[in-house]
């Protein structure tokens, strides 16, 4: 028996017994005869090729140097594990290697140098560690090298420039890390290098210029830093360029136009600010264009519209601005279309309608208006189409009705009107689609029942009437329903309890009457129930506690009756309990008290008497309860030893029938404005004499309402506290804010303002937090100026009512007899007056900032005086009032001579 047959067989006696079964034809003397085996003229083994075998074991009993004619060993696709043995370098004549996927460790051996006539080496998809070694620079016939899909660490060897022969590198999915090696560069006959997915930083050498074969460059998720190297336009042959996921910074380069051959450019997730470069429009053959979630500003170049080839285009997530370029109508390939998250305006181009092979388009959180394109689906390939927050008006494009493609559908936070009931369809594909926060009308179809692959339907917030159809039942892959803030009527219908993967139920602020279904009980996947402000009548049901996983349970403001039923103390996950402002009766029960996550819970308004059960104290395990409302009860007898009650402010617990103080005192701050030390202790005794309180300050403080949502849902939050101190901003403790902005501002020093007028002075201050604010400090209100404390009345007032981007955010309130004051948002830009009156700010203070200033305002007008209830006038309009964040944003402030017009006015 030969040298070469013994190796074989020696090596095959290591392999596991199935695998030396699938090399049962190695038997005898005539290797050449053996599966995978070949041979040259003079019988002696050249090549291996065992791919796909099956092969486990290791490679450590083969004996490689007897194999001395050996130009070819494949033993890709196998399941051999350990590590590649240094003996491997002895086969002097190797000219192929390939140990692609396997499950090899350890690291490269450095003896693979030896090999001197390797053209090909494939070490891909395994778990190979350590760093490539520099030895592998000797290998000057090489070809292909490829070590993508393992471990490999340290940086990218210089020496791997002296590959002059090197046509293909791919370096991808390690964790390599350093800088890319100029001497790549070297490279000249490289055609594809991908170095993707490792740890990479620093700039992308201008070397990679030198490489005009190259057609393919991966760079993408990295840590890449700097500028795109203009030289990359010297590689004129590249198809495929792909830097995204980095943190390249700088403009893209005008040179990329160069790059004429390009059918794909991805830039995506960098810091890449300035202009899209109008060169771009030379990319004749570029098929995908991905330049988002980066910060470039500016118009969509009209050039873009040249890319007759092009079939997906991303912009999302940066900061254009302008409008929408009627040229991408002559993209007519186009089947992605991502514009959502900039700052667009205008309307869509009617051009839109000559796309009718796309499958995405997302116009959503803009600034765009008019009427959406009509024939968006005409093609019948739409899938996904957003255009959530803008200003959009109509109706639903005609051709949704029959889009049977559609899976999602957001057109929330617009001007949209129309019938829902005709313009919408069956959607037999249909995932996802959010109508709120618009105008529709009509009546739920029962069609929405055949929908089975619906998870998510949302079209709260508009003027929907009628009733809810039991086929909506039918939708049994239901995950959100949220029908609130209607005007649906009659009972909930039971089959909603045959919605069993339901997560989010809410059918809030509607006309609902009946009682709440014992079916709910079978929807054990349901967190949040909210059914509040309708007029549902019977008791709570017992089978509620079926909901296991329950978050938030809102039944307030409605006609309930009975007792609280026992079972929801099973609720162990719940959080939230509102039974406010019902007719419930009898006692608390103390199984309440089981609920150790509930954190808020009212039940004021109701009829409950008795005492709160001691299961509520902290030390019965229900400490996590932050906030607790028990007012307008009959509830007698001490308060739990549990913080929430102790703590609680005396609007949560008064009308009460005799609720004594807790087991112990407890102190409070006597002075909001003044940092004294001395406490005071406070009890609830109910009811309260109107003598307890030397001041009264009552307004509302802050409250959220939802976008355009008018004064329905409005949160009316009252504070009382002592010598007529009152503050809340942000939800966070009132003098600990009030401290931290006299603290902030040193007591309103000077040194601090920053503007001054006819009211008052404004302060920049910032927080211990990090958060600057504005604070515009009134001159004294107490000083018999009516004119003043209308001022700062009226400002109160309009900025609770009213919430728009291109109206200053108020953010708190205090009314004190020593300060009153605004917090508001801080613009950094200063007023328009300010830039108008500064030469060097006015220079760059060009037209198409100017018109995004006079369109903010515009807007902001438009809200106040239309959707608006009452309508607002502002009275005071000027330069000095219109406000500009850094990005030329106008936001409109001074509300002290505004006036709410009466709904007859004629103004």
């Known amino acids: 028996m030969g040298r070469e047959a013994e190796a074989l067989l020696e090596w095959k006696a290591s392999l596991d017994n199935q695998s030396q079964f699938r090399l049962s034809s190695w038997v005898g003397n005539i290797t050449c005869q053996w599966v995978g085996i070949s041979c040259n003229n003079f019988s002696s083994i050249s090549h291996v090729n065992l791919t796909g075998v099956g092969l486990k074991g290791t490679l450590y009993s083969f004996s490689f140097s007897t194999l001395h004619s050996l130009i070819s060993l494949n033993l890709s696709y196998n399941l051999l594990y350990g590590t590649i043995p240094s003996h491997l370098g002895n086969l002097s004549k190797l000219r192929y290697l390939d140990l692609y996927t396997n499950n090899l460790s350890g690291s490269i051996p450095t003896s693979i140098g030896n090999l001197g006539n390797l053209s090909f080496l494939d070490l891909s998809n395994n778990t190979l560690s350590g760093p490539i070694p520099e030895e592998i620079g000797k290998l000057g016939f090489l070809s292909e090298l490829s070590l993508y899909m393992n471990n490999l660490s340290g940086p990218i060897p210089a020496s791997i420039g002296n590959l002059s022969n090197l046509s293909t590198l791919y370096l991808w999915e390690n964790n390599l890390c350093g800088s890319i090696p100029s001497s790549i560069g070297n490279l000249g006959n490289l055609a594809h290098l991908d170095l993707s997915e490792n740890k990479l930083s620093g700039p992308i050498p201008e070397e990679i210029g030198k490489l005009g074969f190259l057609s393919y460059l991966a760079l993408f998720r990295n840590d890449l830093t700097g500028s795109i190297p203009s030289s990359i336009g010297n590689s004129s042959n590249l198809a495929n360029l792909d830097l995204s996921k980095n943190k390249l910074s700088g403009s893209i380069p005008q040179e990329l136009g160069k790059l004429t051959s390009l059918a794909w450019l991805n830039l995506y997730e960098n810091n890449l ?4 470069p109008t060169s771009i429009g030379n990319l004749s053959n570029l098929s995908v264009l991905y330049l988002s979630n980066n910060t470039l500003s500016g118009p969509i170049p009209e050039e873009i519209g040249k890319l007759g080839f092009l079939s997906d285009l991303s912009l999302h997530v940066n900061n254009l601005t302008g409008s929408i370029p009627a040229s991408i109508g002559n993209l007519t390939k186009l089947t992605v279309l991502w514009l959502h998250i900039n700052k667009l305006f205008g309307s869509i181009p009617v051009q839109f309608n000559n796309l009718t092979y796309l499958e995405v388009l997302s116009f959503s959180e803009n600034m765009l208006s008019g009427y959406l394109p009509q024939n968006v689906c005409n093609g019948g390939s739409l899938q996904n189409f957003t255009a959530n927050d803008n200003y959009f008006i109509g109706s639903i494009p005609k051709s949704l009705r029959n889009c049977t493609s559609l899976i999602r559908l957001n057109l929330h936070g617009n001007h949209l009107g129309g019938n829902i009931s005709e313009d919408l369809g069956i959607y037999p594909n249909l995932i996802y689609i959010d109508l709120r926060y618009n105008n529709f009308y009509g009546e739920l179809s029962q069609k929405w029942g055949k929908c089975q692959s619906l998870q998510s339907l949302k079209f709260s917030n508009n003027r929907i009437s009628g009733v809810i159809p039991p086929q909506l039942g039918g939708s049994i892959q239901l995950r959100l329903l949220d029908l609130s803030f209607n005007h649906i009527v009659g009972q909930i219908p039971k089959e909603l309890g045959r919605l069993t993967s339901l997560f989010l139920l809410n059918l809030g602020d509607n006309k609902l009457s009946g009682s709440i279904p014992l079916e709910f009980g079978m929807l054990s996947n349901l967190q949040y129930l909210i059914l509040s402000a309708n007029n549902l009548t019977g008791s709570i049901p017992k089978q509620i506690e ?21 079972e929801i103390g099973n609720l162990n996950s719940l959080q939230m309990l509102d039974l406010s402002e019902n007719s419930l009766i009898g006692k608390i029960p103390p199984q309440l008290g089981d609920m150790q996550r509930l954190e808020t819970m009212n039940l004021s308004h109701n009829d409950l008497s008795g005492s709160i059960p001691y299961t509520f104290g902290e030390m019965s395990g229900m400490s996590s309860l932050i906030s607790v409302d028990i007012s307008y009860n009959r509830l007698e007898g001490p308060l739990p030893n549990n913080k929430a009650f102790c703590e609680a402010p005396f609007g949560s617990l008064r009308n009460n029938s005799g609720l004594k103080a807790c087991p112990t005192s407890i102190t409070r701050s006597k002075n909001y404005g003044e940092r004294r030390k001395n406490k005071v202790v406070i009890f609830f005794i109910v009811p ?13 403080i802050l409250y959220h309402v939802l976008k355009r949502q008018g004064k329905r849902n409005k949160l009316n939050s009252l504070r009382e506290a002592q010598n007529g101190n009152m503050f809340e901003v942000w939800s966070y403790d009132g003098k600990m804010v009030y401290e931290s902005i006299i603290e902030a501002t040193e007591g309103f020093d000077s040194k601090h303002c920053v503007g001054v007028g006819g009211c008052g002075s404004v302060y920049k201050a910032e927080l211990q937090t990090g958060q600057v604010v504005a604070v515009k400090k009134f001159h004294s209100i107490q000083d018999n100026r009516i004119d003043l404390a209308k001022a700062f009345e009226n400002e109160i007032h309009a900025l609770l009512e009213i919430r728009h981007r291109n109206i200053v955010k108020l953010y708190g309130f205090c009314s004190h007899p020593r300060h009153s004051f605004l917090v508001y948002e801080f613009l950094e830009g200063g007023s328009l007056k300010e ?13 198409v900032k100017r018109v995004n200033v006079v369109k903010g305002v515009v807007d902001a007008l438009s809200y106040m005086h239309h959707d608006c209830s009452p309508p607002i006038v502002h009275r005071d309009i000027s330069s000095k009032n219109i406000m500009l964040d850094l990005e030329y944003e106008a936001h409109i402030s001074d509300f002290g001579t505004a006036k709410f017009l009466n709904s007859d006015s004629l103004n």
Do not use: D
């Not at 830039?835 to 037209?847: A, D, P, R, T």
């Open 273 to 276: 600010s300035g202009l899209i």
């Open 546 to 566: 079926g909901c296991s996983i329950l978050v938030n349970l809102s039944l307030s403001k409605n006609e309930l009756r009975g007792a609280i039923p026992s």
């Open 688 to 700: 309260i004499l109107g003598t307890m309180f030397l001041s009264l300050i009552v307004f509302g």
């Open 835 to 847: 830039i108008l009156s500064n030469k060097k700010e006015v220079v760059n203070f060009e037209w």
